[in-house]
């Protein structure tokens, strides 16, 4: 999809090849960027999953207390 899609086009649970596409970083880069707590993360067995609201709350500064809170 790349940075030029916009956060509408994507489905409401994320999966880690979505925020590699959308950033445009690796794999691994993408990997740690899911499991650095900066945004909520589901964890089903060894699948992660992200909500949309999440990481594009995270993606545009909104900070995860204010969420929270």
Known sequence: MGESAKHEDFPEILEVHHI?????ISK???YN????GNFHV?????????PKKSFF?????????????
């Open 33 to 36: 960027l899911v499991n650095s």
């Open 20 to 24: 590699q596409d959308y950033l445009g």
């Open 42 to 50: 589901i964890r089903v067995g060894r699948l992660l999953r992200i």
């Open 28 to 30: 691994n880069q993408a």
């Open 57 to 69: 709350d995270w993606v545009y500064g909104k900070q995860i207390d204010e969420q929270q809170g």
